[in-house]
């Protein structure tokens, strides 16, 4: 009886199974002829709205889509108030049809700045050279480049002096030009002696054909940064006013032009000095010019087969910036009328110059 019973049992599983696997497959057959339900999955709403504005905006940036994407899933709503804008490319217009500026246009109109050529004539013959040397070095390092620092001195000078002036030079991280010279001068013909160093820095741009504007700067010469701004919109001659500082004087004296706007319309004249004369002679670091003068004579009338303005550039360049004539060449700085002082210059007694060395611990206490 017990062998009787067992099919029976298996012949009864097998008919409960069949039964729900059949019922299963008819309930799963009609389920998917039924309507879906009017309220949809948010997830499929969200991922609805970015195709759909995928589809409608093809300038639209990707990482604009990147964060409609994290707004929608991270809080399962949409948020309508938030618009993907598309974003503007170079050269396209705003809705009232007006150009729309961008960096590119920008950048176009960006000019490179001119070089800037800073000549000095240096002594070692001065106790100071170093020093001032050094503080001209340092307020010439705070100009915008391009600048370029051309110093001219004597190639036989006291022991391991030479040596100094090129070693400052080479910290100053600058671009320069260390020219030398053997000539031998006294100390009475000093000022012969700054003219043929003048002379031997202008050769050396008109040989390597160097452009830019010059300005010879003293050793003694203090400076406004503006200053350096200024002598970049020069065309041609520039000049402007300059005060004379004396030690143990309250006074100051003002050399150079007066000017209408940048125009200039007379001089200041030396009251010491005969007033009758067409005009005071203008100082070499009062004015500077274009260094193509130097090289370009059908620009600037400059007679190419002259001996002697071959020999004495710098005597052709002050004559051709005070020529009557040509006046209207000549731009005062700054352009409000010349109105500020933007460069001083310091006049020693001839004896801080002719005295002996002194030893750098008491010369710098001295300053």
């Keep these: 009886m017990g062998s009787s019973e ?33 309220k949809a999955p948010t997830t499929s709403a969200a991922t609805r709205s970015v195709i759909l504005s995928n589809t409608s905006s093809a300038a639209t940036p990707h990482s604009s889509q990147i964060a409609s994407l994290r707004s929608t899933a991270g809080g399962g709503r949409i948020n309508k108030s938030r618009k993907l804008i598309p974003q503007q490319l170079p050269g396209s217009s705003s809705d009232d049809g007006q150009p729309l500026p961008t960096h590119f246009e920008e950048k176009s109109k960006l000019t490179p700045r001119r070089l800037i050529i800073i000549i000095t004539p240096t002594n070692a013959r001065d106790p100071h050279q170093g020093v001032n040397l050094r503080r001209l070095a340092n307020t010439l390092r705070l100009v915008p480049p391009p600048v370029l620092w051309v110093v001219v001195e004597h190639m036989e000078s006291p022991s391991g002096k030479e040596n100094e002036v090129s070693e400052m030079l080479r910290s100053t991280g600058m671009m320069y030009r260390h020219l030398e010279y053997r000539e031998n001068f006294t100390a009475a013909e000093a000022e012969v002696e700054l003219e043929h160093q003048r002379n031997l820095a202008l050769k050396h741009l008109e040989r390597h054909r160097l452009s830019g504007i010059v300005h010879f700067a003293g050793i003694h010469n203090v400076y406004d940064l503006d200053f350096f701004d200024e002598l970049r919109e020069i065309e041609m001659f520039g000049t402007w006013p300059m005060a004379l500082l004396t030690p143990h004087k309250s006074e100051v004296v003002i050399q150079g032009p007066v000017c209408d706007s940048s125009q200039v319309i007379g001089w200041h004249l ?26 370009d004579p059908e620009r600037w009338g400059r007679p190419s087969s002259s001996q002697r303005t071959s020999q004495n550039s710098i005597k052709f360049v002050k004559e051709a910036a005070l020529d009557v004539e040509g006046e209207t060449k000549l731009k005062g700085i700054p352009a409000q009328e010349c ?9 020693l007694p001839a004896t801080a110059t002719t005295k002996n060395v002194v030893p750098s611990s008491s010369s710098s206490d001295s300053n």
């Design 6 to 38: 067992r099919p029976k049992k298996k012949v009864q599983l097998w008919k409960k199974a069949a039964v729900h696997f059949a019922l299963c497959f008819v309930m799963g057959f009609f389920t998917g002829f039924a309507p879906t339900g009017s």
């Design 270 to 295: 030396n009251k010491m000095k005969d007033t009758t004369t067409k005009r005071e002679k203008i100082h070499v670091s009062g004015f500077a010019f274009n260094s193509s003068i130097l090289w």
């Design 339 to 347: 109105s500020k002082i933007m460069v001083w210059r310091l006049r």
